[in-house]
């Protein structure tokens, strides 16, 4: 016989992010907003899911490899909004950042990545605010990624919230990427970060020819499938 498991969705809230009572002047209200940021996470997160859950049965297929999801940090908050010189205050934080909720999600292709863009882009409770194709247009020291900023709706015990989350795309090449060069990001001082970085945007155009080359690979496996 089937049965129910007891089993309790919840998100992160029991507890003020560490160091937030240094910047922020309501704590109550600042933990309330981390809350809503989690519940949007969990909205797209689910929303994802249900697309590779789909793409799986129906076509065999996993777009996805995996998803990684953070809050920033209420020291990273507070940081952007004094470098944009804005107020530092919750209100601020919800009016002027759109990346407090960040969701990662990781492709094994790059087609993937267009695919699973254009498949959030088209729900309607979803609304794109913003693109920026890194694939196309690779940052000058190799960045590539496909970033959006949508907002979608969170309904809550007492009203609706349109939350926006940053959703990153990237293939697992560039992932893998991104993680080292964030790393030296954070080791400035070191005396030979320039030849690290050159040495990086050598890898990132490698990284990109053989991604490319392996979709080319998998959609000719896919054409010799589809022809028997
Ligand atoms: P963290 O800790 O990763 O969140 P915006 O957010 O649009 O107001 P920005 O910075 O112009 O401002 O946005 P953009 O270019 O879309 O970048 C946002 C995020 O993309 C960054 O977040 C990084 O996560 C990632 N990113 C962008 N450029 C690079 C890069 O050159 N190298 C790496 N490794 N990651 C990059 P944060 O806020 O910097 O940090």
């Given amino acids: ?31 309330e907003m981390m809350m809503r940021y989690n519940c949007a996470i969990l909205e797209v997160q689910t929303k994802l899911q249900v697309l590779n859950n789909d793409m799986s049965v129906r076509y065999s297929r996993n777009p996805i490899a995996f998803i990684k999801t953070r ?57 794109v605010l913003q693109i920026k194709d890194y694939i196309k247009n690779p940052k000058d020291n190799g960045y590539r990624s496909y970033h959006m900023i949508i907002e979608i709706p969170v309904f809550f015990s007492d009203k609706t919230m349109d939350m926006r989350v940053e959703i990153q795309i990237r293939t697992i090449a560039m992932d893998f990427w991104a993680s080292l060069e964030h790393e030296l990001k954070y080791k400035k001082d070191i005396d030979w970060s320039k030849e690290i970085g050159e040495e990086l945007k050598i890898c990132a155009e490698t990284i990109n020819q053989t991604d490319r080359k392996m979709m080319a690979i998998r959609n000719h496996i896919d054409e010799h499938k589809n022809e028997n």
Avoid at 2 to 24: R, T
Avoid at 95 to 116: K, M, P, T
């Fill in 71 to 127: 809050i920033k940090s209420p020291q990273s908050i507070a940081e952007k909004l004094q470098r944009r010189g804005l107020e530092i205050s919750e209100h601020s934080m919800l009016e002027n950042l759109n990346d407090v909720a960040g969701v990662r999600v990781i492709c094994s292709f790059i087609d993937d990545i267009y695919e699973i863009a254009e498949m959030l882009a088209r729900q309607s409770d979803i609304k």
């Fill in 1 to 31: 016989m089937n049965s129910f498991e007891p089993k309790v969705v919840s998100v992160p809230h029991g507890l003020i992010p560490q160091g937030a009572e240094k910047y922020f002047e309501h704590l109550q209200v600042f933990q």
